[in-house]
């Protein structure tokens, strides 16, 4: 038996998103824009509903902070996806990166903290180190409806308030296809993985039983 329908402002989303990224080549141009998609579908009421419905399970922070998202879709054409998380009072991720994902994070609920990492020890974006030093360099408050831009491999951390924080992410690829870095500043070590673990979602109400 196939999903019900997503909810409306979704599937407008994804069709936006479609039509854009086929008009759209330049990454960067494309990104920006779909932010801006991205910011439409967060103020939608039905969405922001929703979102009351994720559970915490699937996102709880395991060992050292790799936790799982949502996946709400995948397209079969462009490969974006749609993931969501939710995230416990004072929950902290590692320092990490998306490997080669552009990556949008929005938030619907709560707000946290969003810290960027720059690598001093002369390596290069896209390397895959046993070793690494990192400093930070900015944090960036994400609140409702604001929405964070990271690059391929800009390395960042996310260190959630004393409240649950729901949000949208989405990324050029789905994750399990691509390779990350985890930065652990404690010993200057670095691990790779191949991120958080992808756990189906419907992104719509469930269909009602007939009268």
């Known amino acids: 038996m196939s999903n ?20 759209t080549p330049d990454l960067n141009a494309r990104w920006e824009k779909a932010r801006g998609l991205l910011g439409v579908m967060l103020r939608d009421p039905e969405v922001k509903k929703h979102a009351d419905t994720w559970p915490d399970s699937p996102a709880k922070l ?12 995948e397209d079969p054409d462009w490969g974006f996806c749609v993931n969501a998380l939710i995230k416990k009072p004072t929950a902290k991720t590692t320092i990490h990166d998306h490997g080669v994902s552009w990556t949008l994070y ?32 900015d944090t960036v408050k994400v609140g409702p409806g604001y929405i964070d831009l990271i690059k391929p491999w800009e390395i960042h951390a996310e260190y959630n308030g004393d409240h649950r924080t729901a949000a949208v992410i989405i990324r050029s690829q789905r994750c399990g296809t691509y390779v990350q870095n985890i930065f652990y500043a404690k010993d200057n070590s670095v691990e790779q993985y191949w991120g958080p673990q992808q756990i189906p979602f419907h992104f719509g109400w469930p269909a009602r039983a007939a009268a």
């Open 62 to 73: 395991g060992l050292e902070g790799k936790h799982g998202n949502l996946l709400l879709y």
């Open 106 to 137: 929005g938030v619907i609920e709560g707000g946290e903290d969003v810290l960027r990492f720059e690598r001093t020890d002369g390596g290069k974006p896209g390397d895959l180190p046993k070793s690494a030093v990192v400093r930070d360099t």
């Open 4 to 23: 019900p329908p997503r909810l409306p402002a979704v599937e407008t989303f994804i069709a936006d998103m479609r039509a854009m990224f086929a008009t």
